[in-house]
């Protein structure tokens, strides 16, 4: 856990960013059937230090910077891991991922409620693959629901329409 503080505050000095790095470990229940449960790190960036401007910045549009950090992060550090000791880092700062969790969570409920109104089908554009996957999980208990994705990246998008009965 301190190796991968160490990295991010390494990384976040190499752009120009002073500030500590505090890692927690979660165990993250399974949610999915062919998801194990596990670790994950969530590393938070420290934003005592930091001006609103670096926050935004670090966040970037859309979470775009923030998302790239995580990827790298989760990159970098589980290289030459074996896929049994591989643990997922998740990057937050001023609560953006508690926040976007429950943007996403409104977002998919509000799809659910007009698919089921309309009986048509809702395209979700600009999520990343993360937040697509976050849907997927939050409506796959939805029996009459269905969700997918459409699209190549950075086109892809999430489909959430009426389940096809057999």
Same mark, same amino acid.
């Given at each position: 856990?301190?190796?991968?503080?160490?990295?991010?505050?390494?990384?976040?000095?190499?752009?120009?960013?002073?500030?500590?790095?505090?890692?927690?470990?979660?165990?993250?229940?399974?949610?999915?059937?062919?998801?194990?449960?596990?670790?994950?790190?969530?590393?938070?960036?420290?934003?005592?230090?930091?001006?609103?401007?670096?926050?935004?910045?670090?966040?970037?549009?859309?979470?775009?910077?923030?998302?790239?950090?995580?990827?790298?992060?989760?990159?970098?550090?589980?290289?030459?891991?074996?896929?049994?000791?591989?643990?997922?880092?998740?990057?937050?700062?001023?609560?953006?991922?508690?926040?976007?969790?429950?943007? &996403?969570? !409104? #977002?998919?409920?509000?799809?659910?409620?007009?698919?089921? *109104? =309309?009986?048509?089908?809702?395209?979700?554009?600009? $999520?990343?693959?993360?937040?697509?996957?976050? &849907?997927? !999980? #939050?409506?796959?208990?939805?029996?009459?629901?269905?969700? *997918? =994705?459409?699209?190549?990246?950075?086109?892809?998008? $999430?489909?959430?329409?009426?389940?096809?009965?057999?």
């Amino acid at each position: 856990m301190q190796s991968s503080e160490q990295w991010l505050q390494n990384l976040l000095l190499l752009i120009g960013v002073s500030t500590q790095v505090r890692a927690n470990l979660e165990t993250t229940p399974s949610s999915e059937q062919d998801v194990p449960a596990g670790e994950s790190y969530w590393l938070t960036i420290e934003q005592t230090n930091l001006t609103s401007e670096q926050i935004r910045i670090l966040i970037g549009a859309g979470g775009s910077v923030i998302d790239g950090i995580q990827y790298l992060a989760n990159s970098v550090l589980n290289l030459n891991q074996p896929e049994e000791n591989q643990i997922a880092y998740t990057i937050e700062l001023s609560g953006y991922r508690a926040r976007r969790e429950s943007e &996403i969570r !409104t #977002l998919a409920e509000n799809a659910a409620a007009e698919v089921r *109104f =309309s009986g048509r089908e809702v395209e979700l554009q600009s $999520l990343s693959s993360l937040e697509r996957r976050q &849907i997927h !999980t #939050l409506l796959q208990e939805c029996s009459d629901l269905e969700t *997918f =994705s459409r699209g190549k990246e950075p086109y892809r998008h $999430l489909v959430v329409r009426q389940a096809v009965t057999p």
